[in-house]
């Protein structure tokens, strides 16, 4: 029985990666973040049956001692370091501690791959972010980046950190350069989640404004639970490699709205322009736009090339836009 490790598991792509693993007869290991109340995140979406089948290790990735004991103990046969501060707009008031978590949490990992467990493959959870504001449309493997974020500078050590260890020590490190990637399970700070949960309270009674920053922020939203598979794919070839995995299709936070709200049964009306913006249902104002949400810059332009993934890993997206959106309203609605 193969074995693998999952940082980040509570997290959204955790979710769908502990239950992609277990289906392939994996044996999984997770690494929690200690918390007073033993919260488990998405994991408490799972059928009991389903969470009592990973092992659970308590402890922080900057803590190098404990990476190095769980991952002496366990010698994975894969390591899915998924473990981060991934909120970019956040990473804006909190630099350091996203610096911490993101670079420090990579290196222990590596560095412990090198020195307690050389066989176990390693993948990084590497990040369109990393182009910023992208010196050529679409992105590849070879574009270079210009990180525009507390977030995106981390995640480019950490990117680098694993091309390092690759090339310095010979070990299997992975990355992958995902574009956005959201869910049913995504966490409400994140713009779509934002939208479907507002979309599906209001559907059902609610008469508030939702309150949203940039509208014209153009994003490659694909499903995360078709990224998981592409992360494990990348971790079955032969030589590691980088793979970005995208959809290659662009949509407005306004597109997002639209799809959403008529997924929810309200066809919304736009009146007013920029920072005056507003979106209404059946003349009741129901969207509106705040500087609270603005960033200090945004990394625009990015759409994927996903063409190497295509044709060494035999990937492609398999949800719309169009189905995403409708699966994260409905899901909301029905939890309402
Ligand atoms: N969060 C948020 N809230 N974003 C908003 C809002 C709002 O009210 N209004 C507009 N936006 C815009 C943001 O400015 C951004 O351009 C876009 O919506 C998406 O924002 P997020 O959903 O927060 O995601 P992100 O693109 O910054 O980052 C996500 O995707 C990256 C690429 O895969 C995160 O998952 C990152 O960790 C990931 O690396």
Redesign the pocket.
């Known amino acids: 029985m193969k074995k693998a490790l999952v940082t980040g598991i509570t997290g959204q792509d955790g979710y769908f990666m502990a239950q992609f693993l277990l289906d392939k007869g994996y044996d999984v290991t997770g690494i929690v973040r200690r918390n007073r109340d033993m919260r488990l995140g998405t994991l408490e979406m799972l059928p009991r049956e389903t969470v009592q089948r990973i092992k659970l290790e308590h402890g922080d990735v900057t803590d190098a001692q404990f990476i190095n004991n769980v991952i002496k103990a366990t010698e994975p046969d894969e390591i899915y370091h998924l473990a ?1 501060q ?4 956040y990473s804006f008031h909190n630099p350091q501690a996203t610096l911490e978590t993101n670079i420090i949490g990579t290196l222990n990992i590596v560095n412990a791959v090198k020195e307690v467990s050389p066989k176990s493959r390693f993948y990084f959870a590497g ?3 990393l182009y910023g504001t992208a010196e050529k449309v679409p992105q590849d493997e070879s574009t270079p980046f210009h990180p525009r974020s507390p ?1 995106a500078i981390s ?1 480019l050590a950490g990117y680098w950190l694993t091309k390092n260890y690759r090339e310095a020590y010979g070990i299997f490190g992975a990355n992958g350069i ?4 959201e869910s049913e399970v995504r966490g409400p ?4 989640r ?1 939208i479907s949960l507002a979309a599906a309270r209001m559907h059902n009674g609610s008469r508030e404004v939702l ?5 014209n ?1 153009r ?1 490659d939203w694909g499903y995360a639970k078709d990224y998981v598979e592409g992360m494990w794919l990348m971790m079955q070839q032969k030589e590691p490699d980088d793979f970005v995995l995208g959809t290659g299709v662009l949509h407005t ?1 306004r597109d997002f709205v639209e799809g959403a709200f008529e997924v929810a049964g309200m066809n919304i009306e736009w009146k007013g322009n920029d920072m005056n913006e507003k979106g209404f249902y059946n003349g009741r104002e129901v969207v509106s736009v705040s500087s609270k ?3 200090p810059l ?2 625009d332009n990015m759409l994927a090339d996903y063409s190497k993934a295509k044709r060494l890993l035999g990937w492609k997206p398999k949800t719309t836009f169009e189905e995403l959106v409708k699966l994260m309203v409905e899901s909301d609605i029905k939890k309402a």
Do not use: D
Not at 189 to 192: A, D, I, S
């Open positions: 981060a991934s909120f970019v707009g990040t369109s972010e977030y995640k995902l574009f956005n990637h700070e994140f713009v779509t934002k309150e949203l920053g940039n509208m922020a994003k936070v949400f603005f960033r945004e990394a």
